[in-house]
């Protein structure tokens, strides 16, 4: 029945103006948002982009201008790339400003008039009715079995009834009923506006990747400009003119700068999203790809997550026995069994049945639920029992405080809520059912209590007590079928898990024990009882054992993510109301869900989960492990090149200008951007290995292990056999230690000393695709693209030192056959090298050994 608005004139325009004046519009802040190209130019800025920078411009003082635009071009367009893949970035303000409705009704002046959400002010008179989206703070002042759905402000998911004089709040939408209510607060003054302003405060942390990445670029900058200095300044001292020095000292800096490094990282997070956007889980940030591999505390809802959000009634007791029920879903079909009265399972779910609006419907060939997904399970049930459908007369919802709903219909008042709540309002309770409710709950169900009474009156409070205690509904909400097995590969792994859940703590417990989350020694707390510091909480869920944190808060949420970073965790935070924005903007990395979670959450997340599935959290982690495996293989592949490139600078200077120079600084530069970038690239495609989520993930890039292999072993390895093909070629063509080689016979040995190291990278590539496998156990056809790039690469290779224009320009002739069998054989050196230092540390290590 449609109510009729209160015998009141409402607001005059006047009224209305000076309200506005005073409480202002009825819109949230504008946040503050950096323009795009702000964005843009932030891609072109950090560090790494701001060392090619240097050396572009270095490049251009050095008389290089060509290399100059040939490095900005690269910075430009990885910049521009990953602008491009990050178009969307957060836009939780936004759309929390898109929650609100776009038009309402209010009465002013004696009318009811249609006006925009925004031209609300405090004082109006507001029309509310199911279906509509709350547009400001309200206090009800006649309702008619108003319900609201809070679950984006509370994240309860149980609607809640409102009556005269309640609040209902801005973003908040009525399940149920219609009423009247008057305006409180609006625009920025409003519980909205707060989380909005939360939201925006809740920044960010770097990147436990770019933290990483940054020591890198930081070392490699020392590294080159000091080398370049000192040889430059060497070259002065033997001889050369302070000029000619000085150019010399920027070319060799410009040349140790890895500038195949940028897009090489870029393209790498780009595939491993790409990858992850294939397994269903979307990533809006590309360092985001890194931080999940680097993940160690996952926190994550329950509902819909962990299980598949299809409530069921599974077991129904009665003062006369238990009764089973076995159904598909939502279908009202079902095997009912036990022995226990049918007439007490029927009067039991016709109770149920009166107290609830959620239905379960058919559409194209299955059933599914339409509202509440408890109050469908209790719809099939009635289906099931085969209890006819019927509105009451009158219903009164559920609400927090009393914990029961209730209908009247035909004289007979059903009840139906939480089982403590309904048996203290009965006239006796049943030894058997007390004892069966304890049993129920153990088994982790989550259970409702029915009862009845006749009544001839109106709908009142007293209707609700002297019950009959009819039975109890027991409900499952089933884990994914898969849930297991990823929650087992977050053990494997080394990464700890916590529910977070707004249910109650033996449900979430119950869940958790099932799947695996939570095994002895765990730890079950409610939100109300987490320790107050922030060290004890971080200490008291960072357990190998598990933990469930039951009637959590979003601001427990966000307290848990800081709590657990500070303790030195990644902490990956799932959610789906808009009440968890904060929470996901503050962990490392935010997990929203697509189907059913706010634009809110998915605009705050770095990962958006588009099946809603835990275990697709699992998958994006274990790809952001293999991303994270192959940026230190081409990292690898990076610095052992660079030994190489640098050896020849070092001879040169350390003899005193006695050991001819073997590479030009051009030459340098063709082996970064030329031959071996497209190398690096494919090995930032490997595809994952089977036991990326065995152990803890290496928490830095660059570590001893890495370090010793690319500057000791291959680097070393690369960097001898080049000077010797060098030396060589020199001392067959008569050059003898002290004297200067002729100008030909250098150039031949310097392309010789080129194709060495080309050939070399070459064999590098393959070796790079394993830290503990030679290159002769491995597939070398299972990354096709690393076949291709090498092959582009040889063509290069003949290019640069057999096509004369280019080769001239370097600085290196083609080399003669002997020194193509010399480049050919330092790579086997190179392969045989790392495969014995691979065997050699595995059989140290154990008696197997393992790809990375």
């Known amino acids: 029945m449609r109510t009729d608005p209160p015998q009141v004139r409402g607001l005059t325009e006047q009224q209305v103006a000076q309200r506005r004046e005073?409480?202002?519009?009825?819109?949230?802040?504008?946040?503050?948002?950096?323009?795009?190209?702000?964005?843009?130019?932030?891609?072109?800025?950090?560090?790494?982009a701001v060392l090619l920078w240097v050396a572009a411009v270095l490049a251009a003082v050095a008389g290089m201008p060509e290399l100059a635009i040939a490095i900005a071009v690269i910075v430009v367009l990885n910049g521009v790339f990953a602008f491009w893949q990050e178009h969307r970035?957060?836009?939780s303000a936004q759309q929390l400003r898109?929650?609100?409705?776009a038009r309402t009704r209010v009465v002013r002046s004696g009318e009811e008039v249609v006006v925009d959400a925004s031209d609300l002010v405090v004082g109006d008179l507001v029309r509310v009715e199911a279906g509509d989206r709350v547009g400001a703070d309200m206090v009800l002042v006649e309702t008619d079995n108003v319900t609201v759905d809070e679950s984006m402000l509370t994240g309860e998911s149980a609607a809640v009834a409102h009556d005269v004089g309640d609040k209902i709040l801005t973003g908040t939408y009525l399940v149920e009923g219609e009423g009247w209510a008057t305006v409180e607060a609006v625009g920025t003054a409003t519980a909205f506006a707060g989380i909005s302003r939360l939201s925006e405060s809740a920044h960010r942390p770097q990147s436990p990747f770019h933290q990483q990445l940054n020591k890198v670029v930081r070392v490699v900058a020392v590294v080159a400009f000091s080398v370049g200095a000192a040889l430059g300044v060497g070259g002065y001292l033997l001889g050369l003119g302070a000029t000619e020095a000085f150019l010399f000292g920027v070319g060799v800096s410009v040349a140790l700068v890895p500038e195949g490094l940028l897009p090489t990282v870029t393209l790498s997070l780009a595939r491993g999203a790409q990858r992850m956007a294939a397994e269903d889980a979307l990533v809006r940030r590309l360092d985001a790809v890194e931080t999940l591999g680097a993940t160690t505390f996952i926190c994550t809802d329950k509902t819909g997550t962990l299980t598949q959000n299809r409530m069921n009634v599974v077991a129904v007791e009665t003062p006369g026995g238990r009764h089973d029920v076995a159904g598909d879903g939502y279908a009202p079909r079902a095997d009912i069994s036990g022995d226990g009265p049918p007439d007490e399972l029927r009067a039991a779910a016709l109770a149920g049945l009166r107290c609830v609006t959620g239905r379960v419907v058919e559409k194209e060939g299955g059933w599914i639920a339409e509202g509440d997904p408890l109050e469908a399970a209790i719809h099939a049930l009635a289906l099931r029992a085969e209890v006819p459908v019927a509105e009451p007369d009158a219903r009164r919802a559920y609400t927090a405080e009393r914990m029961i709903s209730s209908a009247l219909a035909d004289g007979q008042v059903s009840v139906l809520g939480a089982p403590e709540a309904v048996m203290a309002r009965c006239q006796a309770v049943p030894a058997s059912l007390s004892a069966a409710l304890d049993e129920m709950t153990g088994a982790g169900l989550r259970v409702l209590a029915v009862a009845r009474r006749t009544w001839d009156g109106e709908a009142s409070d007293a209707m609700e007590e002297d019950l009959e205690l009819l039975?109890?509904?027991?409900?499952?909400?089933?884990?994914?079928?898969?849930?297991?097995?990823?929650?087992?590969s977050c053990r494997d792994a080394g990464i700890r898990t916590a529910m977070i859940t707004g249910d109650h703590p033996a449900t979430g417990q119950a869940i958790a024990r099932e799947i695996g989350l939570l095994r002895d020694g765990g730890v079950v707390v409610e939100g109300r009882e987490l320790p107050a510091d922030d060290a004890v909480l971080a200490e008291l869920l960072d357990t190998p054992h598990g933990a469930v944190v039951a009637r959590a808060s979003p601001a427990?949420?966000?307290?848990i993510a800081k709590a657990l970073q500070r303790r030195g965790h990644v902490v990956a935070m799932t959610g789906d109301g808009v009440n968890d924005a904060p929470a996901l903007r503050a962990a490392d990395v935010g997990v929203a869900m697509g189907l059913g979670g706010s634009d809110v959450a998915r605009?705050?997340?770095?990962?958006v989960l588009l099946d809603d599935h835990f275990a697709t959290i699992v998958t994006a982690i274990e790809l952001g492990r293999a991303t994270t495996k192959n940026v230190r293989r081409f990292l690898t592949f990076h610095l052992t090149d660079n030994v190489a490139e640098l050896a020849p600078f070092a001879a040169w200077a350390l003899t005193g200008g006695t050991f001819p120079l073997a590479l030009s600084v051009l030459q340098v530069l063709a082996l970064d951007i030329g031959t071996d970038m497209l190398p690096a690239l494919a090995l930032g495609a490997e595809p994952p290995r089977s036991d990326v989520m065995k152990g803890r993930r290496r928490r830095v890039l660059v570590d001893r292990a890495l370090a010793v292999r690319a500057f000791l072993v291959l680097g070393g390895t690369e960097a001898t056999l080049a000077l010797g093909a060098f030396a060589a070629v020199l001392w067959a063509d008569g050059w003898r230690w002290g004297t200067t080689p002729g100008a030909q016979s250098l150039a031949l040995a310097s392309g010789t000393a080129f194709a060495t190291i080309a050939c070399m990278q070459v064999a590098n590539s393959f070796a790079c695709r394993s830290t503990r496998l030679p290159v002769w156990r491995l597939d070398l056809t299972s990354n096709r693209l690393l076949l291709v790039a090498v092959a582009v690469e040889l063509v290069l290779l003949l290019v640069f030192v057999g096509f004369p224009p280019v080769a001239d320009l370097l600085g290196g002739a083609f080399p003669e056959p002997s020194g193509w069998a010399m480049a050919v054989a330092a790579s086997v050196v190179l392969v045989l090298v790392d495969g014995l230092v691979k065997v050699g540390w595995g059989n140290g290590r154990s008696r197997g050994a393992r790809l990375p």
């Open 89 to 91: 970035a957060d836009r």
């Open 603 to 607: 605009s705050a997340s770095d990962l």
């Open 471 to 488: 039975g109890l509904l027991g409900l499952q909400d089933p884990p994914r079928e898969d849930v297991a097995d990823a929650v087992r």
């Open 556 to 559: 427990d949420k966000l307290r």
């Open 22 to 48: 005073q409480y202002g519009a009825n819109t949230l802040p504008e946040p503050r948002r950096q323009a795009p190209w702000l964005d843009l130019l932030r891609q072109m800025t950090h560090l790494l």
């Open 98 to 101: 898109a929650l609100l409705p």
